[in-house]
């Protein structure tokens, strides 16, 4: 049994789990040696670009695809011989498939009686728990419609509760928001979280959008290329990325060439170009005078006037308009280029001219030292 903190069971263990499709010798290589803790009742996103083995993962706790190495365990049990029915986990897909000839009530009565789970329940207890699903996911009075008379965002709410019917224990959610429009995403953002927070089930949610995984998630598994490039909830993964690939694919970010000046008390102070020095969390076998790369969020940056001491000397490139924050682009004396950005709010918005010679301020903490 896995023990997490010592404590608690996670709820989906994945351990060592490698998936090649095809021969094991020759095939793609989709997964290459995956170690996750997926914790009761987390919001957990799996967010990666195209073809990092997202999906492979999710059809691998699904029981739709098999491991060709390791073992995935559910609250500590391997499922290996488990058919996809047999475990207590739903998916909810991108495309809703719901049988178009039949009501939104039926459509869900279908789905739950088709379970084992909702096969031990009469015809009453499926009607009820029919009108809680509807009333979780705010459907109740479109019980009687068909499919094809909902919209993208109410069919995928119906999706969702003949989902959540059989009350699995993990749920699973492959890319679940793709297909509706921008403004109904965020809605439904909210809306995910609220019924995953009012239901206890243990969320997996898989996407390539990076603000619907800050938004959403308790914690984020980064992937790329088939391996894990770092776990943490939101934050960490934003101002303390691991490597150039995490810092690039959440957000936006400047990349600084940096050398290690000295090393005391877990902090590291930096020497960067134009001379000046920034400090920031040490990382394990770091040496004074190692060559590293800083990532500095442009939103840490300020432009103030070129007379400031403290301030780095910058000229400025270009400068774009964003409508809620101003995005600059400066060049420090060796060339290196930034952006900055700063809120468009008013009385504050900052106007410059192109070549202007401007002063750039660091946030305190705003650098944090990359792996690879
Ligand atoms: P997307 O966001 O595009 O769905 P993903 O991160 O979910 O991507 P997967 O679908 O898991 O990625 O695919 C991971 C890798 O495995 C890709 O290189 C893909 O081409 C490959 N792959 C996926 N399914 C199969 C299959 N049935 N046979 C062979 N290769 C596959």
Redesign the pocket.
């Known amino acids: 049994m896995s023990a997490l903190h010592g404590l608690q069971t996670a709820a989906v263990s994945i351990r060592s789990v490698r998936?090649v499709?095809?021969d094991p010798d020759s095939?793609?290589?989709?997964?290459k040696s995956v170690d996750l803790d997926i914790r009761d009742n987390e919001f957990f996103t799996?967010l990666?670009?195209?073809?990092?083995?997202?999906?492979?993962?999710?059809?691998m706790i699904a029981g739709f695809?098999f491991p060709t190495a390791g073992e995935i365990l559910l609250y500590g049990e391997n499922i290996a011989d488990r058919a996809p029915y047999d475990r207590p986990v739903n998916t909810v897909f991108q495309h809703y498939a719901l049988f178009p000839h039949m009501t939104i009530a039926q459509n869900l009565a279908f789905g739950l009686e088709s379970h084992p789970m909702g096969q031990r329940l009469g015809k009453a207890a499926v009607a009820g728990r029919v009108r809680e699903m509807l009333a979780l996911v705010q459907m109740e009075r479109f019980a009687e419609r068909r499919p094809t008379q909902l919209s993208g965002g109410q069919q995928q709410r119906v999706a969702l509760a003949r989902a959540l019917a059989p009350h699995p224990k993990v749920l699973l959610l492959?890319?679940p928001l793709s297909a509706l429009d921008l403004k109904l995403r965020q809605a439904m953002r909210e809306e995910l979280k609220a019924i995953q927070a009012k239901t206890g089930i243990t969320f997996i949610f898989?996407t390539?959008d990076q603000e619907e995984a800050l938004t959403m998630s308790d914690r984020i598994a980064v992937?790329a290329e088939?391996e894990v490039q770092q776990v943490g909830r939101p934050a960490d993964i934003y101002e303390q990325p691991r490597n150039r690939f995490v810092a690039d694919f959440i957000g936006e970010t400047n990349f600084l060439p940096a050398q290690v000046d000295e090393i005391a008390g877990g902090q590291a102070l930096f020497r960067i170009p134009g001379g000046r020095t920034l400090r920031a969390a040490s990382r394990e076998g770091l040496r004074p005078g190692a060559e590293v790369t800083l990532s500095i969020r442009p939103e840490r940056l300020r432009l103030v006037g070129a007379e400031d001491p403290q301030a780095t000397p910058c000229t400025l490139a270009e400068q774009i308009y964003l409508g809620t924050d101003l995005q600059y682009q400066v060049s420090l004396a060796d060339g290196t280029r930034l952006r900055v950005r700063t809120p468009n709010s008013a009385g504050q918005s900052q106007r410059f001219a192109p070549g202007e010679r401007l002063g750039l301020q660091f946030d305190r903490d705003s650098a944090s030292v990359l792996l690879d």
């Open positions: 998936k499709y095809g095939g793609p290589v989709a997964l799996l990666g670009p195209s073809g990092c083995g997202k999906t492979t993962l999710l059809r695809e492959d890319e898989v390539h992937l088939g």
